[in-house]
């Protein structure tokens, strides 16, 4: 049996996301206080560094939820210390969803940590094991919308309401994919356990198509824009406006220039 430092060492926070929490949070400030010289910058850290982070405890949400449900090998395995270098697959967990951001403004899903599902029984919780990261998703979407909706934006910074409005969309996007039941995907991974074994066969193969199909097919310009005006939609219901969203990718852009802060009353 393991030692109880050994097992104590298998739930210790990785320094490696306390960098990345710390850096966010340094950055963060930077744009609160308008302290960066390049503004631009100071967003581009901050949403890059929170986004990272939302993307480690989603993961841990599967492998925690996995952990009571049987599966033991997640400690193991160094889940449970929010590190995203121990993920099975890092690239598609961490890199390709940063790269999405950079490239169009998504909040992609990135791959899923390895979960020993054989030693889990009761479909239920095959189901719980999956919808648990993308309601980690729809958590921070809840808390960056807060200040929004709670009508307490007296005394934000315009930069950083920006910044949070568009780390926001980023996670409204990424709860409504994640939760799309396409093979590869943690929706999907939610209806699986209820799917016959004749029908699981048959989409296995294409599973690890499944997030490039996805981010394929909203490269469709007409699927691109009825997807985006529905998060849009959603994001107003949350008092987050098109303006927020739009000038907080503006200034996370920041290789394109920054922008110039716009000289006019915001909604409070």
């Known amino acids: ?125 095959h189901s719980l094991i999956s919808a648990a990261g993308p309601l980690t998703n729809v958590l921070f979407a809840v808390v960056c919308t807060a200040p929004f909706w709670l009508d307490a934006l007296d005394g934000v910074p315009d930069t950083f309401r920006y910044a949070l409005g568009f780390l926001a969309l980023l996670q409204v996007t990424a709860a409504i994919l994640n939760f799309l039941p396409v093979p590869g995907l943690d929706g999907y991974g939610v209806i699986e356990p209820w799917l016959s074994y004749k029908i699981r066969r048959q989409v296995e193969p294409f599973a690890p198509f499944g997030l490039l199909a996805v981010f394929a097919i909203l490269w469709i310009p007409s699927v691109n824009h009825w997807f985006f005006d529905a998060v849009d939609a959603l994001l107003r219901g949350l008092g987050v406006t098109e303006w927020d969203t739009y000038w907080g990718r503006r200034f996370y852009e920041f290789w394109e220039g920054t922008p110039e802060i716009p000289t006019v009353t915001l909604p409070r």
């Open 1 to 125: 049996m393991k030692s109880a430092s050994a097992r104590r060492g298998t739930n210790r926070i990785s320094p490696v996301f306390l960098g990345i929490a710390a850096v966010t949070a340094v950055s963060g400030w930077a744009v609160w206080t308008d302290f960066a010289a390049a503004p631009g910058v100071a967003v581009f850290l901050f949403v890059t560094g929170a986004w990272i982070v939302s993307l480690c405890l989603h993961e841990y949400a599967h492998a925690r939820t996995a952990l009571h449900s049987g599966d033991l090998s997640v400690g193991a395995k160094g889940y449970l210390t929010l590190n995203p270098l121990v993920y099975s697959h890092a690239v598609l967990s961490i890199i390709l969803p940063v790269i999405f951001v950079i490239m169009g403004g998504i909040g992609l899903p990135g791959g899923a940590v390895y979960i020993e599902r054989g030693r889990i029984r009761g479909r239920w919780k």
